[in-house]
């Protein structure tokens, strides 16, 4: 199996596990065009036709994108995977080391480990599995997502957006939420990042579909 393959499959793998399982899976940096297939399978022919022109107008001007993204319980890496799906983009998951439990992310107990986290921001630096995608420097777009966490980016994240330069780097930040908005969550993580261009974010509800991702890009000049 040659090497690519075998990295497709493990961000299918990933994918999978991470819309499925709360981000159990390991990290993986991978063409996604195949692992978002698995969490797209419903996107309409209109979400389709975007999709095409998204990813052949990204083609055409020879950019490389990236879509990175945290995602605890799925619903962000699903978005992820449509975003990949549409520009051809490829996938990084950023996977902490000892990922959430469901019991840990009870935001309604004020014992669990998100609750002790967001008490203390001390204890808000989370290991990740990988911090760094393969081929960093080449990307020149990065779209980079997150689950909202009282009302700013789930602080998983911030591994990702500070070990790594964004300079020279378009960077489009995208967020799901049961129902707070982007609010200040991607200027936040510009200021954490203190490099790259960061774009004007989008907000999706937690169940978004591949037809609301692909009228968002739609609206982008990728
Ligand atoms: C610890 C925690 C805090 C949350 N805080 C908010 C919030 O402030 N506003 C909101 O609309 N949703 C909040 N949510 C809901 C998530 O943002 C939403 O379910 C999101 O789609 C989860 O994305 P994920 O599946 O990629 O982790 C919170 C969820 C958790 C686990």
Redesign the pocket.
Not at 69 to 79: L, R
Not at 145 to 152: A, D, F, L, N, T
Not at 175 to 180: F, G, K, L, N, V
């Given at each position: 199996m040659k090497r690519r393959d075998f990295l497709k499959l493990s961000a299918a793998a990933a994918l999978a596990g991470?819309a499925a399982a709360?981000?159990a899976a390991p990290a993986a940096s991978a063409s996604s065009a195949q692992a978002s297939s698995l969490t797209a399978s419903s996107a309409s022919s209109t979400a389709s036709a975007a999709s095409s022109a998204a990813s052949a107008s990204a083609q055409a001007a020879g950019s490389r994108t990236l879509v990175a993204?945290?995602?605890?319980?799925?619903?962000?890496?699903?978005?992820a995977g449509y975003i990949a799906d549409a520009t051809g983009a490829d996938l990084f998951l950023v996977q902490p080391v000892d990922p959430?439990t469901d019991e840990e992310?009870?935001?309604n107990d004020s014992g669990s480990r998100?609750?002790q986290e967001?008490a203390d921001p001390a204890l808000q630096t989370v290991e990740l599995e990988a911090t760094t995608p393969d081929g960093w420097a080449d990307y020149d777009t990065v779209f980079v997502?997150?689950?909202?966490?009282?009302?700013?980016a789930?602080w998983p994240l911030n591994g990702f957006v500070t070990g790594n330069d964004f300079a020279g780097k378009r960077v489009i930040p995208f967020?799901?939420?049961?129902?707070?908005g982007l609010g200040s969550s991607a200027q936040n993580l510009a200021q954490l990042a203190g490099s790259g261009d960061w774009q004007e974010g989008m907000r999706?509800?937690?169940?978004a579909s591949a037809e609301d991702v692909a009228q968002w890009l739609a609206g982008l000049s990728l």
């Open positions: 991470a709360c981000g993204c945290y995602s605890a319980t799925g619903n962000t890496a699903a978005v959430y992310l009870n935001y998100v609750s967001h997502g997150y689950p909202i966490w009282w009302g700013q789930g967020c799901t939420s049961a129902s707070s999706f509800r937690s169940s």
